[in-house]
């Protein structure tokens, strides 16, 4: 029982590919990528505990994390930005054995912020969530790209994590928050992109219990693809103009979906 309980206790280690990032960030940016395990305890990285420990008091925060399996924490001070990567580990048993994955995910955010790509401002409220996708819908082009060029395995996580949506979309255990239509549909983008060239036995059930619940949702993420399909990303201006099309894209649903549901 004492040797089950100190085992819980020891944090997963960091994957091999996870390290080389971590050290080219460092190298290329100057950026420190702390990670810290949030449980019973707060632990990890000793430079990341308190940016860590500060965020997770603001309740919304805590309410909002609970629901997450990691999250990227930046805090800019005199000029400079700091940063970490908390893991939750209350949810472990949904990521365990997709460090790789959660990690160089988060890892990617960092990348972009550091190479000084634009990023949507965050404002509270419907606005906020939907400046939330819309950075997403973007950025994780870019970062399955580079993922896929540090050969980090990310799919995988990516398919258990849409084939456990798929089965609660079947048991319409889904948000129906307003946000929740723009959610859907920037995980839909993910999907169709990340698996247009790669195999995925639950395509056909997700696609089928996505169509039955956010129908709007499919229409707009395939309006999305064909907007920044052949973009350049990478090129700042061509991004700015794409996290502007993509918000304007998911602002439409939002408020289609508001007008129908205060029907
Ligand atoms: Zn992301």
Redo the contacts with the bound molecule.
């Keep these: 029982m004492m040797v089950l309980m100190a085992l819980l206790l020891v944090p997963p280690g960091i994957p091999e590919a996870i390290s080389a990032w971590r050290s080219d960030l460092e190298r290329q940016f100057g950026v420190k990528t702390p990670i810290v395990y949030v449980g019973e305890r707060i632990q990890g990285d000793p430079e990341g505990l308190d940016l860590a420990r500060n965020q997770l008091r603001n309740p919304d925060f805590q309410r909002q994390f609970a629901m997450m399996q990691a999250a990227m924490v930046s805090h800019r001070t005199g000029g400079t930005d700091r940063w970490v990567v908390i893991l939750n580990m209350d949810l472990y048993e949904s990521w365990k054995g997709y460090e790789e994955a959660l990690l160089g ?2 890892l ?2 960092i990348w972009l912020r550091a190479r000084r790509l634009p990023t949507p401002a965050f404002r509270g409220g419907d606005y906020g969530c939907l400046a939330v996708h819309t ?2 819908v973007v ?2 082009v870019l ?1 399955r790209a580079e993922m896929d060029r540090r050969g980090i395995d990310h799919r995988g996580f990516l398919m258990k994590n849409l084939d456990d949506s798929a089965r609660a979309m079947e048991e319409r255990q889904a948000a129906g928050d307003p946000c929740a239509w723009a959610r859907q549909a920037a995980l839909w983008v993910d999907a169709r992109l990340a698996f247009a060239a790669h195999p995925w036995p639950g395509r056909a059930r997700y696609e089928a219990a996505a169509a039955a619940m956010f129908p709007e949702s499919g229409k707009a993420a395939a309006e999305i693809i064909d907007l920044i399909a052949g973009l350049d990303l990478d090129d700042p201006l061509v991004h700015r103009q794409a996290l502007m099309d993509v918000f304007s894209i998911l602002s439409k649903l939002a408020v289609r979906q508001k007008d129908l549901s205060g029907r």
């Design positions: 995910h988060e990617g955010h950075g997403d950025q994780h970062i």
